[in-house]
């Protein structure tokens, strides 16, 4: 069975230290495969790629850090 949570944000808890870029961006392309071909909320029309990849950066980056600097 798949876990819910990304590994990545196991380790970094797990060890209280922020995350690498690589791993920032794993869980990041998880948080995409997550949401496949949801739509945003409130869009009207096609959803921007580039706001999407930056979207799931955001996601990734409040997962591993717990907030937002």
Known sequence: MPST???EVIACIA???P???HELE???????ADLGAARPAFAW???DAAAADQLSLR???I???????
């Open 5 to 7: 949570i990304a590994p």
């Open 15 to 17: 060890e209280g230290r």
């Open 19 to 21: 995350p690498t870029p």
């Open 26 to 32: 794993r869980v990041a392309q998880r948080v995409r």
């Open 45 to 47: 029309g096609d959803a």
């Open 59 to 61: 996601v990734a980056e």
């Open 63 to 69: 997962a591993l850090l717990g907030s937002r600097r």
